[in-house]
């Protein structure tokens, strides 16, 4: 039986969890792991599928709807034999045969989940039930990718996993932050009323490859700005905080919460601090020093400071991130200008 990483929580488990296809248990057939990954044509899912299908017990089923995602990130994969894409809503339930879930649909950038929020929401809760849903049905173990804006404006700094935040819930953010929670409280309902075997990443700021170059997310803004020689818009004042994990830790970090003994939740972050205004500096020292950083104007409840305590995740998981910033955007950077048609790469 999984344990409970956050305290805080009483958590009476009655049931067991449902048990799987007697293929499963059959001495004659080794099926494979057939994992579902919800959101997998976006950034972290589409690195979350390149990992997974590395190996060779895996089949992966990727469900998208394409919002923020696309084909492209996966194009590598389609056609494989262990891979299938759906094109498909998770506010409508689905009927598939899989042993995981990793549960990532959701638009993740400001600019994207405020765009339709009802939506948001829906897919946060509605989506979030109905692949629960799923994962009762078929035994399935399920992981969510919740946020660290569950903190929303954090007054405890940095954050652990057992702080219960500063969120406003009528905000332009809530249909994002409250949503989030609201999954997180599904998620622990269906383990405590179901059996069902749950995973909860909180993750902080993650960057790399395959951002939508104009998704309106900080570092994939300012390294868009910077190749195209524009001024780097930082959102007033510029002395707000965020953390940045590389995709590959992060990937790494999601894997070990689903194949470990811990329901979390637990922060998956790099705790390396900055300011916005050291982000733009830093871009503009490593990407393009000739571009002007510009004082914009921001948006409402935009979180002062965040930075993640991730002694849970080095204790019970043995993970830390890798990459640091300077090594990263590099990274991004290159990918960029393939994108922008701007590569050095023949
Ligand atoms: N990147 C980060 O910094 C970050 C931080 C905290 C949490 N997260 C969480 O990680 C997950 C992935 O984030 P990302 O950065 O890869 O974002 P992303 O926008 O690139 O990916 C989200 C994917 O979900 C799909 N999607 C959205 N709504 C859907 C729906 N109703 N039905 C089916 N598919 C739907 C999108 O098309 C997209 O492919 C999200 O749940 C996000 O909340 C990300
Ligand atoms: O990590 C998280 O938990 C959350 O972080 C981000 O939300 P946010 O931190 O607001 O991300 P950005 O839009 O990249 O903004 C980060 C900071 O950069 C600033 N910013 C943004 C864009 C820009 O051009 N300039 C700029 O200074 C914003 O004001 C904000 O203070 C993600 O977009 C969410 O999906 C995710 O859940």
Same mark, same amino acid.
Request: proline share 7%; net charge neutral; charged share 25%.
């Given at each position: 039986?999984?344990?409970e990483a956050?305290?805080?929580?009483?958590?009476?488990?009655?049931?067991?969890?449902?048990?799987p296809?007697?293929l499963?248990?059959?001495?004659?057939?080794?099926?494979n792991m057939?994992?579902?990954?919800?959101?997998?044509a976006g950034?972290i899912?589409?690195?979350?599928?390149?990992k997974?299908?590395e190996?060779?017990?895996n089949?992966?089923?990727?469900?998208?709807?394409f919002?923020?995602g696309?084909k492209?990130?996966?194009?590598?994969?389609?056609?494989?034999p262990?891979?299938?894409?759906?094109?498909?809503?998770?506010?409508?339930?689905?009927?598939v045969e899989?042993d995981?879930?990793?549960?990532?649909?959701?638009?993740?950038?400001?600019?994207?989940?405020?765009h339709n929020?009802?939506?948001?929401?829906?897919?946060n809760?509605?989506?979030?039930?109905?692949m629960?849903?799923l994962?009762k049905?078929?035994?399935?173990r399920?992981?969510l990718?919740?946020t660290?804006?569950?903190?929303?404006?954090?007054l405890?700094?940095?954050?652990?996993e057992?702080?219960?935040?500063?969120?406003n819930p009528i905000?332009?953010r809530?249909?994002?932050?409250?949503?989030?929670?609201v999954?997180?409280?599904?998620?622990?309902?269906y383990h405590r009323?179901?059996?069902?075997?749950i995973r909860?990443?909180?993750i902080f700021?993650?960057?790399?490859?395959?951002?939508?170059?104009?998704?309106?997310r900080?570092?994939s803004?300012?390294?868009? %700005?910077a @190749?195209?020689? +524009? =001024?780097?818009?930082?959102?007033?004042p #510029?002395t707000?905080?965020?953390s940045?994990?590389?995709?590959?830790d992060?990937?790494?970090?999601l894997?070990?919460?689903?194949?470990g003994?811990?329901?979390?939740?637990?922060?998956?972050g790099?705790?390396?601090?900055?300011?916005m205004?050291?982000l733009?500096?830093?871009?503009?020292?490593?990407?393009?020093?000739?571009?002007?950083?510009k004082?914009?104007?921001?948006?409402?409840?935009d979180?002062?400071?965040?930075?993640p305590?991730?002694?849970k995740?080095k %204790?019970? @998981?043995?993970w +830390? =991130?890798?990459i640091?910033?300077?090594? #990263?955007?590099?990274?991004?950077?290159?990918?960029?200008?393939?994108?922008?048609?701007?590569?050095?790469?023949?």
């Amino acid at each position: 039986m999984a344990t409970e990483a956050a305290n805080g929580n009483n958590h009476v488990v009655t049931k067991k969890p449902p048990t799987p296809s007697p293929l499963r248990n059959s001495k004659f057939f080794q099926s494979n792991m057939r994992i579902l990954v919800t959101g997998g044509a976006g950034f972290i899912g589409s690195h979350l599928v390149d990992k997974l299908m590395e190996n060779e017990k895996n089949e992966v089923i990727v469900a998208d709807n394409f919002f923020t995602g696309s084909k492209d990130n996966l194009r590598k994969w389609i056609g494989h034999p262990r891979f299938e894409l759906i094109r498909h809503d998770i506010t409508e339930p689905l009927l598939v045969e899989v042993d995981q879930i990793y549960h990532l649909a959701c638009p993740a950038s400001p600019i994207f989940y405020k765009h339709n929020p009802v939506k948001t929401i829906k897919t946060n809760v509605m989506g979030t039930m109905n692949m629960l849903g799923l994962a009762k049905r078929v035994g399935a173990r399920i992981l969510l990718t919740s946020t660290s804006e569950v903190y929303g404006d954090p007054l405890e700094h940095p954050q652990t996993e057992e702080y219960w935040g500063n969120v406003n819930p009528i905000g332009v953010r809530s249909c994002y932050d409250e949503g989030k929670r609201v999954a997180e409280t599904l998620m622990f309902d269906y383990h405590r009323q179901h059996g069902i075997e749950i995973r909860i990443a909180r993750i902080f700021n993650t960057y790399g490859p395959r951002m939508n170059i104009d998704d309106g997310r900080v570092v994939s803004n300012f390294i868009a %700005q910077a @190749l195209r020689g +524009e =001024p780097l818009t930082v959102q007033a004042p #510029g002395t707000q905080t965020r953390s940045f994990c590389y995709v590959s830790d992060m990937v790494d970090g999601l894997i070990r919460l689903m194949e470990g003994e811990n329901t979390g939740p637990i922060n998956l972050g790099n705790p390396g601090e900055f300011t916005m205004m050291e982000l733009a500096e830093v871009v503009k020292e490593l990407i393009e020093p000739s571009v002007s950083i510009k004082i914009v104007e921001n948006t409402p409840d935009d979180p002062r400071q965040r930075k993640p305590n991730i002694t849970k995740a080095k %204790q019970l @998981l043995g993970w +830390e =991130p890798k990459i640091t910033l300077r090594q #990263g955007l590099p990274l991004m950077e290159e990918d960029f200008k393939q994108r922008l048609g701007m590569s050095k790469k023949a």
